[in-house]
């Protein structure tokens, strides 16, 4: 139950993504909610769900982005695994763990994605890959720390338990 809430909220987040964060733009930049939810799923969610969900993520961002090379589909599932393995060496389970995972996860997409730019030949000036670069990667954090810090509880209470079960330890889905 929990995959499939978290299925929908990647939906809700790829339309928010696409339509409204385009009207949020600060100097040319909007947030990465994506990568907001990559992190998340990849801290609460075992690994096959986290690099679905990564894979998702990348998909679709490269389907409405920008970037027409198909680079995301690569690293949004690199970014959910390299989170999934900082949580299990560091508890990164708090707003501020997630908000500083968030950061780091935005600046090394930026970092990563601006040198496959480079080898596929499309010159970015330095100037300008460093303004993009760290005002992403603020302003994610910044718009994603307030979101953490009121939908915290909330994320945790969701019950991995299907509907109708009364019993925790039972795992099949027919009563």
């Not at 969610?45 to 679905?52: D, E, G, I, Q, V």
């Not at 990348?58 to 959910?80: A, E, Q, V, Y």
């Not at 707003?95 to 010159?123: E, H, Q, W």
Request: hydrophobic share 55%; proline share 4%; charged share 15%.
């Amino acid at each position: 139950m929990k995959n499939l809430f978290f299925l929908l909220i990647l939906f809700i987040i790829v339309f928010i993504q696409a339509t409204l964060m385009h009207y949020l733009r600060f100097f040319g930049v909007k947030p990465d909610l994506l990568i907001c939810f990559i992190v998340v799923t990849s801290v609460y969610f075992n690994w096959k769900w986290a690099l679905a969900f990564g894979l998702l993520a990348g998909l679709f961002k490269d389907l409405l982005g920008s970037s027409s090379l198909g680079i995301n589909i690569f690293l949004m599932p690199l970014w959910s695994y390299l989170v999934l393995r900082l949580s299990r060496k560091i508890s990164i389970d708090d707003p501020i763990g997630l908000s500083a995972a968030v950061f780091l996860a935005v600046l090394l997409n930026d970092i990563a994605s601006r040198f496959l730019y480079l080898s596929f030949g499309k010159y970015v000036s330095l100037g300008i890959f460093l303004r993009i670069t760290f005002i992403e990667a603020f302003y994610t954090t910044a718009l994603a720390l307030p979101i953490f810090l009121g939908t915290f509880d909330y994320i945790k209470k969701i019950p991995d338990q299907p509907r109708g079960s009364t019993d925790p330890n039972k795992t099949d889905l027919i009563a």
